[in-house]
């Protein structure tokens, strides 16, 4: 018991000793402030609005599931658009004039991002490129320039840069004794009547060449690379129209008699042909020549495809004495002016943009990256060849005419080349007629 006492009286020795020096030793304590809540980075969720084919957004989806685990509090949620690419705009057009905050991000037409961004609906990129010390340079500067600055601001990046392409049926080339894709117009008909011709004692359904014929963007991709091809184009150097030039009608008589006159083209050409059933009639075994995006290669290419493995690509032809055209397309990535979580959206584009991504897009879709970094990765040489082969094409391809209002102008165009490849009206009065509406519209809007 006495031993107990001892060693509690020591106990409170040592203690109040312990106590007397961390006393001396401190400096008061400052009197307790009220406690900063820990600083959690907030979940936000951005609506990223995208379309294509179906193969494209499933790829989409693949992209948002590594963005988010790489960035926990950003959800991305897709919206889908369809795939053409007018009805694309309309479901972005109406929320952006109604200065609605979603989508924060989307894909924009090339055709379209000038009048997006005269319309004062794109966010400007340039303070996070800073901010960020984000590398410019492995964009291509004339895309970046031409298509994505506007009033000295970038307001888009490039996601993807399309051309138009002729795919041709290899296998069906040789068996007719053909040893190369034709280089002209006029040997694009011989051989695709003559093959046409043979094919059908089995196929019925069997046609030489299809292309996009509907009334839609895509008629005046296909008519400009006609007309470039013969010399022509829509409007001259200064912006005035030039659309019913002789070059032009005999461009446009040849389109229309492709289906009427030759035959090799079918008559839904004008009522039903945009990419997708181009590329399916193409794709199922039933035509010779295929005019199309690069997006189709990968889908000929796929392992439950009927003609993987026999399909090659080749620059369009053209008429004696022109040259293969192009037309320049592809899609742009940009961010909503009216967006309330532009830093997650700023992270999503850098991350649709980064190598990975854009690499991605080349291997499994057979994109055109926007990037031009990728182009020589081995994997991307090995796997999309016809990228780097056709480089010329991808590098001279035409653009179309680079007003905000264009989406006017190739309502006209639409029309009457419509019209005429239909049989509705005579080439040269559709021409002479769709000249007079451009001229009304650049008056009314100017010419920039
Ligand atoms: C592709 C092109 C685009 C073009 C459209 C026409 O999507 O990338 O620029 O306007 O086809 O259908």
Redesign the pocket.
């Known amino acids: 018991m006495r031993s107990k006492v001892i060693r509690l009286l020591a106990l409170l020795v040592v203690v109040a000793l312990i106590a007397t020096v961390s006393f001396v030793g401190c400096k008061p304590k400052p009197a307790p402030q009220p406690q900063k809540p820990v600083e959690k980075p907030e979940k936000v969720t951005i609506v990223f609005a995208v379309g294509g084919a179906p193969s494209e957004i499933d790829y989409w989806h693949s992209v948002i599931d590594k963005f988010e685990a790489k960035n926990p509090n950003i959800t991305v949620d897709l919206l889908r658009q369809p795939m ?2 007018e009805t694309r705009m309309q479901t972005l057009v109406t929320p952006l004039s109604g200065k609605e905050s979603t989508p924060d991000v989307f894909l924009m ?3 379209w991002v000038g009048q997006f961004a005269a319309s004062g609906w794109l966010a400007p990129l340039d303070d996070f490129v800073s901010k960020d010390n984000y590398d410019l340079s492995v964009f291509f500067k004339k895309t970046l320039d031409l298509a994505d600055t506007y009033k000295g601001k970038l307001r888009a990046l490039p996601v ?1 840069i ?1 051309a138009g392409l002729l795919y041709y049926r290899k296998d069906l080339l040789k068996k007719y004794g053909y040893t190369a894709p034709p280089a002209t117009w006029d040997e694009l008909v011989k051989m695709a009547q003559k093959v046409q011709k043979g094919e059908r004692k089995d196929n019925p359904n069997f046609w030489g060449f299809v292309w ?1 014929g509907k009334q ?3 008629l ?2 296909d008519f400009l690379e006609y007309i470039v091809s013969n010399g022509g184009n829509i409007l001259d150097k200064d912006g005035n129209p030039i659309i019913n030039s002789d070059n032009n009608v005999e461009a446009l008589t040849f389109m229309r008699d492709l289906i009427h006159k030759y035959n090799i083209s079918p008559p839904n050409t004008y009522t039903e042909m ?2 997708e059933p181009v590329r399916t009639t193409f794709q199922s075994g039933n035509a010779l020549f295929e005019r199309n ?1 690069p997006y189709a290669w990968a889908l000929h290419n796929a392992d439950d495809s009927p003609v993987k493995g026999k399909v090659g690509i080749a620059p369009l032809p053209h008429f004696p004495g022109g040259e293969s055209a192009a ?5 742009h990535i940009g961010m909503n002016i009216y967006s309330k979580h532009k830093e997650a959206a700023w992270k999503f584009i850098k991350f649709v943009e980064s190598y990975e991504t854009q690499k991605g897009f080349a291997m499994n879709l057979g994109w055109n990256p926007g990037r031009k970094d990728v182009y020589d990765d081995p994997d991307v040489v090995a796997k999309a060849p016809y990228l780097k082969d056709l480089r010329k094409v991808f590098v001279g391809a035409v653009p ?1 005419p680079g007003v905000p209002y264009y989406t006017k102008l190739s309502s006209v165009i639409q029309k009457y080349v419509n019209a005429a490849i239909a049989g509705k009206m005579d080439p040269k009065e559709a021409l002479d007629k769709a000249e007079e509406e451009l001229k009304e519209i650049i008056k009314q809007y100017g010419k920039g």
């Open positions: 053409q690419t037409d090339v055709a993807y399309d996009q839609y963007e895509g005046v991709c945009t990419e995006w037309t320049l397309g592809g899609w179309r």
